[in-house]
């Protein structure tokens, strides 16, 4: 597997404009977190990507947004909750 810009698996937003680079479910990750919709928890995006909402998985999935928040990829509030970045 040839990895994006940078050498990184989850690239920074600067390094690679397009989602393609990213592995398929942090684009599905992203595409949950749609611009111009209110902020979603970690438990509302696994509701819509059809995961389990039991604790354990909504917290493992938290990584994930997390790392898109890191990467510049996703913005969080400061109730917690993850969007689109400004």
């Known amino acids: 597997m ?15 404009a397009g989602v393609h680079v990213l592995p398929a479910d942090y684009q599905a990750l992203l ?13 509302t995006i696994c509701e819509q990507l059809g995961l389990s909402v039991e604790p354990g998985q909504v917290e493992g999935t938290r990584a994930k947004p997390n790392r898109l928040v890191e990467r510049g990829r996703l913005r969080k509030t400061a109730a917690g909750a993850f969007a689109p970045p400004s």
Do not use: D
């Open 2 to 16: 040839q990895l994006p810009p940078g050498g990184r698996l989850i690239c920074f937003r600067h390094e690679a």
């Open 31 to 43: 595409s949950a977190v749609c611009p111009g919709q209110a902020p979603l928890s970690c438990k």
